[in-house]
């Protein structure tokens, strides 16, 4: 019984002295941490001073390219397609043949009309010389005064014969002048719609043998949003003075610079836009009617605007903010406001100071409150070539 007491004893005397080495050493493990932890180096991350400019405030826009003319070619005179003298899409110049019709039948047309001419011209002749002779005679009284009546009355009508015959050479010779179906503009045909040897019907409710549209300049239509009208067009007097842009769906870029060249007369109330046609110059024919254009209007005077990289800006649910870096390399949590993309950097509208420094790269490596390591950079990244294969 005496032995039991005394193992019993000494195993709490054990199990004791085992409890006060452990909470020994969680202690000093306690203490040495903090002396871990300011022993970490600061995280080092890329710092770039916020960048300020003038710059124009560009609003951008989806239209479509527009030729400035566009021409139904269409007979205006019945016949038979004897030849196409272009090769479909090709570049034509004004006045230049583009099908002919048999003239035949004009031409005969022409021949009947002068002969018609000619017998009228010999009529009036004769009826002036008539017409004479009776004057002479009523003045010596030989014929009665009737007699000159009807004579001028015949010189008269052989007059007007002499002018609808004259009229009717013209349309012969117009209508033959038709057979010959020419560019009223300068610019780039379709395909021939009609072919050789078919029959054509003149009027406007003909097929049309092709089409034509004129190559430069080209119009960019698109709805712009009554804002962007407000104040950067119906504000400006010379609206040609606001600079436009286009880029193609295949440019990064904005590649041409244009000029407004009208504006509708009224707004849309329910899309709440109006529409709009710029100008651009399309001398190596590259565009083409139809196609998808990106277009951004700019105001007429640059302003003064704060600019930082895409890579400074994160993303907090609903908010963008960036991380500025204090004086005393202590990090801070800033929520923006951004506006649209000018010269490859992002317009900050609220937010930030310029020369302010936010951290551009390495954003997941520190936190609010941290104290970091910047390393100085440049807003802008460097432009890098790519080669190619």
Same mark, same amino acid.
């Given at each position: 019984m005496s032995m039991t007491r005394s193992k019993l004893a000494w195993m709490m005397a054990a199990g004791v002295s085992l409890l006060v080495i452990s909470l020994a050493t969680l202690q000093g493990q306690a203490e040495d941490k903090p002396v871990a932890m300011a022993a970490m180096p600061a995280v080092e991350v890329d710092v770039a001073p916020v960048v300020a400019r003038k710059v124009v405030d560009w609003q951008s826009y989806s239209g479509r390219l527009e030729a400035v003319e566009r021409v139904d070619i269409r007979p205006r005179v019945s016949g038979t397609i004897t030849e196409v003298h272009f090769r479909n899409g090709a570049q034509v110049k004004k006045g230049d043949v583009l099908f002919t019709i048999d003239p035949a039948p004009y031409r005969a047309e022409v021949a009947r009309a002068e002969a018609q001419l000619a017998a009228t011209q010999a009529r009036v002749r004769f009826t002036s010389a008539e017409l004479d002779r009776a004057a002479k005679l009523v003045a010596d009284s030989t014929i009665p005064r009737r007699t000159l009546?009807?004579?001028?009355?015949?010189? %008269?009508? !052989? #007059? /007007?014969? *002499? %002018?609808? !015959? #004259? /009229?009717? *050479?013209?349309? !012969?010779?117009?209508n033959l002048s038709y057979t010959s179906v020419t560019a009223p503009i300068s610019g780039r045909v379709s395909r021939a719609e009609i072919t050789v040897g078919n029959v054509v019907a003149a009027g406007a409710t003909g097929v049309p043998l092709t089409t034509l549209v004129s190559v430069s300049p080209i119009y960019a239509s698109f709805d712009v949003d009554e804002q962007t009208y407000l104040r950067h067009i119906a504000s400006v007097k010379d609206q040609a003075g606001v600079p436009v842009q286009l880029g193609l769906a295949n440019e990064a870029e904005y590649s041409r610079a244009g000029t407004i060249d009208d504006v509708d007369n009224r707004l849309d109330p329910v899309s709440g836009t109006i529409r709009v046609r710029a100008r651009f110059d399309n001398a190596d024919g590259l565009l083409v009617p139809g196609l998808y254009a990106r277009v951004k209007v700019g105001g007429s005077d640059p302003q003064a605007a704060v600019m930082v990289d895409e890579r400074a800006i994160g993303t907090d649910q609903d908010k963008k903010f960036v991380l500025v870096v204090g004086d005393d390399n202590k990090v801070s949590y800033r929520p923006v406001l951004l506006g649209s993309r000018q010269e490859g950097l992002r317009i900050v509208t609220g937010g930030l100071q310029p020369g302010e420094r936010i951290i551009v790269n390495g954003m997941q490596r520190a936190r609010p409150g941290d104290v970091v390591k910047p390393k100085a950079v440049a807003m802008e990244r460097p432009v890098t070539q790519v080669a190619t294969r």
């Open positions: 009546d009807e004579r001028e009355h015949n010189a %008269r009508d !052989a #007059q /007007a014969s *002499l %002018r609808a !015959a #004259q /009229a009717e *050479l013209d349309v !012969a010779k117009l």
